[in-house]
């Protein structure tokens, strides 16, 4: 288990009566993360209670949790590695006022020392092992989606009661991250599944096309979960269609429906987790896997890509898709395709014998194998 605090008393004694820290990964069954922004706040009130000057506050406190300086960062103590840190908080001991390193040293009303806090709950390996990066990030609980300003949003300047806490709890904060998480088994979002669950993602590109019931079955079986507890919500969480105009109501029937839907699928995983920048010249870079393509603006609300399915479709591939959408103009350019296809498609019939057999467009098959998978796959999983 791993979990944060901003160093509230009862908060921290509460959550280590029941999951306990022993000190420096991995050793220790849980992780304890102790929030950067509240200890700099308590360590600036004390060097201000102390009369230092504000250049020397701010000096102390870099030494200690680390930087930025024009970009860069500079390593406080917290940076250090496990056996480098007596030796350097002897260092840095050096330039502060006596003091403050009693501060820094003492137990009064807290569970441990700042300086032991550092040790267990802040330190380069202790987060790295807590999956915050390597090299780490820091850790901050002062988000604005933090449970505490969820309430204090919703519920100030009101009188409320603890039954429409639990709910906004629920609704917000539990129901928010399990939608994060839903994300994550499949590769989108903001967040990734940790090392040792790597195993149980599903690349996007599957994700994509599995069913909305497929992929809440899917996600079930991740989380361990009951039919009953995957609430309303979820459902709608694993429903990734984040386009505008979804690909039931797309209306592009000259088109295998497969073709289709895998484009809107490609567009979707382009918009949410690569990229779409527009360049000078009504030119857009579409970053797609570890692949880039270029897609011009020919008219308006219509574009042109360099790949080959965009040839073999006449104009539609992921890629203007994306840029359609990106642009806010994916109705107004798929009308525009429509019309276009229909004009090439009826001086194609004009020319084409009576008696030729199929539709032309039929003649077209679009080979997208590379995005296959079998649901028998998914199930394999325990
Ligand atoms: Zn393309």
């Known amino acids: ?39 700099k706040w308590d360590m600036l009130a004390e060097l201000k209670r102390l009369e230092q000057p504000k250049g020397k506050q701010n000096y102390i406190v870099r030494r200690i949790l680390g930087g930025e300086f024009q970009g860069k960062r500079l390593k406080g103590l917290v940076d250090v590695e496990d056996g480098e840190f007596d030796k350097e908080w002897a260092n840095i001991q050096k330039e502060l006022p006596p003091a403050f390193s009693e501060w820094m040293k003492s137990t009064k009303g807290r569970i441990r020392s700042h ?33 505490n300003n969820v309430v204090k949003e919703e519920a100030m300047r009101k009188e409320t009661d603890q039954i429409h806490i639990h709910e906004l709890i629920e609704e ?41 019931e497929q992929r809440k079955e899917y996600t079930k079986k991740v989380l361990h979960m009951k039919q009953q507890n995957l609430g309303p919500r979820a459902q709608f969480a694993c429903d990734v269609d984040f386009m505008s105009v979804p690909v039931s109501k797309c209306d592009l029937e000259d088109l295998p429906s497969a073709v289709v839907k895998d484009i809107w699928a490609q567009a979707n995983i382009i918009l949410e987790k690569y ?14 896997f570890d692949q880039s393509y270029t897609v011009k603006q020919t008219a308006l609300t219509l574009y042109r890509c360099c790949c080959k399915l965009f040839m073999s479709t006449d104009g539609l591939c992921q890629h203007v898709v994306s840029v359609a959408e990106k642009m806010k103009a994916l109705l107004e350019f798929l009308t525009h395709y429509r019309e276009k296809k229909n004009k090439a498609s ?37």
């Open 115 to 147: 300086m032991e806090t550092i040790c267990k709950c802040m330190l380069k390996s202790v987060r790295i092992h807590a999956g915050l990066g390597n090299p780490p990030n820091k850790f901050n609980n002062q988000r604005s989606k933090s449970t």
């Open 346 to 382: 009826r001086v194609m019939f004009q020319k084409v014998p009576i008696d030729a057999g199929e539709k032309p467009s039929s003649t077209r098959r679009i080979n997208f194998s590379s995005f296959h998978f079998s649901w028998e796959d998914m199930n394999s999983i325990n």
């Open 172 to 212: 917000r904060v539990v129901e928010d991250q399990r939608d994060e998480l839903i994300k994550a088994i499949g590769c989108m979002g903001k967040y990734r599944l940790a090392e040792d669950f790597k195993g149980k993602a599903v690349s996007p590109s599957k994700w994509s096309q599995m069913t909305t």
């Open 275 to 288: 990229n779409v920048i527009q360049l000078e010249n009504a030119t857009f870079c579409v970053t797609e």
């Open 1 to 39: 288990m791993t979990y944060g605090t901003d160093g509230e008393l009862a908060m921290e004694k509460g959550f280590e009566s029941v999951f306990p820290i022993d000190g420096v990964p991995p050793s220790s069954a849980s992780i304890h993360l102790r929030c950067f922004k509240h200890l």
